[in-house]
C-alpha cells in the first residue's frame, strides 16, 4: 500500500564526516534533525523535496563547551539542553530564556538550535539572541570549514549563505560584558509564534535586534548608535522606526509591531539602566 510518504528517502549517515560526502556526493539532500518543521510541511504537502539526510544520530554535534573563552553550542544541541546548560546560564542567560518560550516540552526536547537558523524563519526566538550577542557559525563541508558572522549569514526571506554542501555544526558565542535583556510578544508566552520579540546586551555600545519586524532578524545600528551616543529614548525610538519594515499578516499588524517594537525598547532602556 502506498502512502503520503512513499516518494521519500532518508539517507542515515553514522558520523559528520559520513554527513558531509553524503551532502556532496549525493545532494541535493534536506538536513533534518528534530523535525518540528519539516513535518508540518510534509503533512500539508508544502514540501516539495524528497530527499532527506537524518542527522539526529549525530551526537558529535550536540555538545555544549567553553573553549578559549568562547562557548562552542553544537547545533543539534536542543532547546532543553540550552535551558539545562550551566555554561548558557551562565555566560548567556538571555537564550536559555529565548529557549524556555519556545513551543511546549516536547518542542523544546526534540527542536535544535542549528534548526531555527538554518529554517530561517524572521520569527524564531533564539535568532534576535544570536544577532545581539554577535554570534558566530561554524559552516562545515568536506573541503573546509568556515566561520560566518551571525549577523551575515542571512541574505533574505529563508535565504543564507549556506551551501547545499554545508551543515551548520556549531553556533560560538563570545564572553559578553553588559546586562542581557530579552522579551517576547506573543499570543501566549510559549507554543505560539512571536508577534515580537527583542533580545539586546547593555554596555558601553548597545547592541539590539528584533525579529518578526523584517524579512530576517535585524540588529539596529542606528539606533544602538542613538542610545550609545548619549541621545534620548525618543530619538532611539525615531531611529528605531527607520530600521524595521514590518508587515500585516495573521498574527498581528504593521503599525502593531512597530508600536510594541518601540515600548520594548523604552522598556530595555529602563530595565537596564
Known sequence: MRTAITPLQLLEPRSLKDALKMLRDEGPLVPLAGCTDVYVNLNFGTMPQKRFLNLWGLDELRKIRVQGGVLSIGAL?????????PHVQKRVPILAAAAREIGGVQIQNRGTLGGNIANGSPAGDSLPVLAAVDAVLVLASVKETRRVPFNWFYTGYRKSVLRQDELIAAIEIPEIAGRQWFRKVGTRAAQAISKIVM???????????????APTVVRLPRTEGVLGGGGSIEEARRALQGEITPID???STAEYRRRVSGNLLERFWKETA
Open 199 to 213: 533580545a539586546a546586551v547593555r554596555d558601553g555600545k548597545p547592541r539590539i535586534a528584533l525579529g518578526s519586524v
Open 77 to 85: 544541541a536542543t532547546y532543553t539542553d540550552i535551558i539545562t546548560s
Open 249 to 251: 499578516d495573521i498574527r
